[in-house]
């Protein structure tokens, strides 16, 4: 019986991401329902088919029927919005362009340079991928994503961060500023800056200085905190050393550095299936704790504290990992 549930587990993040794409739900909220065939014309598909799709949310709880009529359940109900982080995860992480990458993740078991799935699925590692005009709709729904991801954790980001006796902070590779803009807000004294591989060298916006740079190559220098957030887990070891060496170079001795990212906790299936979504996509990693103890060694740094955000994306607990000299 638990094979069977487990191979038969995709069929629900198949239909899922079908009920999300037909645009149904943006007509439907807890309180106001619609037909089947009202819904079937306002999205342009055949009748019978949506039935059947919503007889199917209805025995997995993302929909509630009321005589003729469904509903989205309460725990559903951010699917009404196309810009929730829920919508916006199933738009993302559904997607073919990601999902038909998982149909190679067998053959990159046997790959000893490090190929992800999806190199293997499409010919060219994920960010480059994406950054063809022709694959633009995938990049904006990730970007879109990420902004939204961005949003959920400032708050906690915000909230814990130590950032008194901070006059320069650099976020390293911040992409729209959000955190830096926030912390901004928080801390007006503070001068930020964000890094990241833009198409301009360097401008100025809501109290935000923005660089372009490869954190591979060079960071600004002799700043009093550097930020790195979500990234490391797009890296395997090596890379990631190598960024957290470049941090190293540009910090001086009294320099602080935040990691922030989810620690793996043991026998947990999320963090889990997680570290495996990012080795499919871009030969990346969660990790313990122990982990990164090893990696910012190899980097000359060492781990000074952690902070707990009490926050969770993936299963487990995001946290902020200071590191210093």
């Not at 060079?218 to 395997?236: F, M, Q, R, T």
């Not at 090893?294 to 926050?311: E, M």
């Amino acid at each position: 019986m638990m094979l069977s549930e487990i191979t038969i587990a995709y069929r629900k993040s198949a239909a899922l991401f079908a009920f999300v794409e037909s645009k149904a739900p943006l007509y439907l909220t807890t309180n106001d329902g619609k037909t089947v065939k009202e819904l079937a014309q306002l999205c342009h598909v055949s009748e019978d088919r949506f039935n059947r799709l919503f007889h199917y949310m209805q025995t997995i709880n993302v929909l509630t029927k009321k005589e003729d009529k469904f509903y989205l359940t309460e725990q559903c109900a951010s699917l009404s919005d196309p810009n929730s982080l829920e919508t916006l995860h199933i738009k993302f992480e559904l997607n073919p362009t990601i999902w038909n990458s998982w149909s190679k993740y067998n053959e990159s078991l046997h790959e000893m340079n490090n190929k992800s799935a999806f190199e293997i699925n499409h010919h060219q590692p994920y960010f480059d991928y994406i950054s063809h005009e022709s694959n633009k709709n995938i990049k904006v729904i990730f970007d879109n994503f990420m902004s939204k991801v961005t949003d959920v954790t400032n708050k906690p980001i915000i909230k814990s961060i130590p950032l008194r006796g901070i006059n320069s902070l650099v976020d390293i590779g911040g992409g729209l500023g959000s955190l830096a803009k926030e912390i901004k807000i928080h801390y007006p004294h503070i001068q930020c800056y964000v890094m990241d591989l833009y198409d301009f060298d360097r401008k100025e916006s809501e109290g935000v200085t923005f660089i372009k740079g490869d954190f591979f190559a060079g960071i600004p220098s002799e700043h009093d905190a550097y930020c790195i957030k979500n990234v490391l887990h797009n890296w395997p070891d090596q890379k990631a050393v190598e960024i957290l060496r470049t941090c190293h170079k540009a910090m001086r001795k009294d320099s602080v550095l935040y990691i922030i990212e989810m620690i793996k906790e043991p026998d947990d299936a999320s963090s889990a299936s997680f570290d495996l979504y990012m080795d499919i996509i871009v030969s990346g990693k969660s990790r313990y704790y122990s982990e990164f103890e090893s990696i910012a060694k190899q980097a000359g740094l060492s781990i000074t504290n952690r902070y707990n955000l009490n926050f969770s994306l993936t299963g487990s607990q995001q946290y902020i990992i200071e590191m210093r000299k």
